[in-house]
């Protein structure tokens, strides 16, 4: 299926230039399972050729980067805090969450926004979900537009250049996205794991020997 899905994209890359590159970025962010490492260095790679130009595919890739997170954001926006608490309340039982989490929470994200959205569009996989944050608490949509903007822009540059000067070996470019991006997956495990072992695992085994 994935090899489907890479040869879909570079398809659309090759045939539609910059505004494919857009539609895929914008497609990916809310998407994640379509893959920019194949995306932006294949652009790169385009680039190269001389059937496009380097800025016009940052540009492209950058517009689609906030076409995508913008729309994200809205979904989530929409949905708002006050669904988003009455879901916990309703719901979050089940996974040993109250309103109170919610607050820590949002307390965190509030102090932290700015930067976790810088950082977060420089991430694989965290590129697209720290929109859904981002909206439930409603950042204010400039700051939020800026430093999707500046990570996006970072991100775009490093893969699609690194496409462009690797040529024909632009494919090398998702060796290391991959370990980088396993070591993501790894680390959501862990913390996973933690917070399963902490409110659901560790209580019940108290109250059994209780």
């Given amino acids: 299926m994935l090899d489907g899905l890479v040869e879909w994209v570079t398809s659309v890359v090759e045939s539609l ?8 970025v914008a497609l990916e ?14 652009a790169g790679f385009v680039a190269a050729n001389g059937d496009a130009s380097l800025p016009g595919m940052v540009i492209a890739a ?21 669904r988003l608490r009455a879901l916990v309340a309703r719901y979050g039982r089940w996974f040993r969450l109250d309103e109170s989490d919610l607050d820590r929470t949002e307390e965190w994200f509030d102090k932290r926004a700015n ?11 965290m590129r697209s979900l720290i929109s859904i944050p981002a909206g439930f608490r409603r950042m204010s949509i400039i700051p939020f537009t800026f ?39 790894v680390a959501i495990a862990v913390a996973v794991g933690w917070y399963v072992w902490r409110r659901i695992v560790r209580p019940r085994l108290r109250g059994a020997s209780g």
């Fill in 29 to 42: 962010n809310l998407f994640p399972p379509i893959p920019s490492e194949v995306v932006l260095p294949l």
């Fill in 115 to 125: 930067i976790a959205v810088l950082l977060c569009r420089c991430v694989p996989l």
């Fill in 17 to 24: 230039g910059y505004g494919g590159v857009a539609f895929l």
């Fill in 62 to 82: 950058t517009i689609g980067s906030m076409i995508g997170a913008v729309l994200l954001y809205g979904i989530s926006a929409a949905i708002g805090p006050v």
């Fill in 147 to 185: 430093y999707t903007l500046i990570g996006s822009l970072v991100w775009n540059v490093v893969l699609i250049g690194a496409g462009y000067l690797l040529g024909e070996r632009w494919g090398q470019v998702e060796e290391p996205l991959e370990l980088f991006k396993n070591a993501v997956l």
